[in-house]
């Protein structure tokens, strides 16, 4: 597979006035016309296959998805189908010049997007076994300001506790030896100066109404199916705290 400039579609303009375009064209495996719709979204991928083969969980496209739209942007993908390759083209906002002398550093402090300071100083304990997983949730709360400690195992997340306690825990159900209700029941029987009544959000793809009645059973507040948005588990960590 070549990642490259194509000579057939040289740099040019965007055709949406205000936007500089950056496309991207490689010759690679290429994206069938069903899976099109769906190759920014969390946790698919066009083949469950390539899980085995590859690695990863579906989310590097998610992303860049994420990463665009925190600038204002676009991200498109175009495709003839499988083995003929992909365009992906990404659209940014341009600052003019007139706004850039105009700007200082009071008036663009105060106009600090609402969004990224929505976290801003939460702690936050991630559990969850899937490396992917973590590095994106981590990842992705850390735009609005949050700090995140993520951990693999349900046994980490208890030595966790003992070592600091986070404003809230996100945890993921399906995980070896110990798994998210198991963690949920431990934690529930800590004192409260260890933890005990930390504000819990489970984060699972078990999205059944029984999956959900067991989570808040185990002392889940929240339960929330996976994939999520970013910005939904933001404003859920926000609620969760401020009813707790």
């Known amino acids: 597979e070549t990642l490259s400039a194509s000579p057939r579609l040289p740099v040019t303009a965007s055709s949406s006035p205000g936007y500089a375009q950056i496309q991207v064209i490689d010759t690679g495996k ?5 899976f099109l719709p769906h190759v920014f979204d969390y946790f698919r991928q066009a083949d469950a296959k390539t899980t085995r083969i590859f690695g ?30 992909a365009t992906f083209t990404v659209k940014l906002p341009l600052l003019k010049s007139a706004e850039l002398r105009t700007s200082s550093p009071e008036s663009s402090n105060s106009e600090l997007n609402t969004e990224e300071s929505l976290l801003l100083g939460v702690q936050i304990l991630l559990v969850d076994d899937q490396e992917d997983v973590r590095d994106f949730f981590s990842f992705a709360l850390e735009q609005y300001g949050a700090n995140v400690t993520p951990v693999a195992s349900a046994t980490e997340a208890l030595e966790a506790l003992a070592k600091s306690k986070p404003d809230i825990l996100l945890s993921d159900i399906g ?6 209700y198991m963690l949920l029941r431990q934690v529930r029987k800590l004192p409260p100066e260890q933890g005990g009544n930390i504000p819990a959000i489970a984060l699972t793809a078990y999205a059944g109404e029984i999956n959900h009645k067991q989570a808040l059973a185990a002392g889940f507040q929240k339960h929330l199916p996976k994939p999520v948005e970013p910005l939904d588990l933001a404003n859920a960590i926000v609620n969760l705290i401020a009813n707790s």
């Open 30 to 34: 290429g994206i069938s016309p069903e």
């Open 175 to 180: 995980m070896p030896l110990m798994d998210g």
């Open 56 to 85: 990863g969980l579906g989310l590097g496209l998610a992303i860049v998805r994420h990463l665009v739209e925190l600038h204002g942007g676009t991200v498109e993908a175009d495709s003839l189908g499988e083995g003929q390759g």
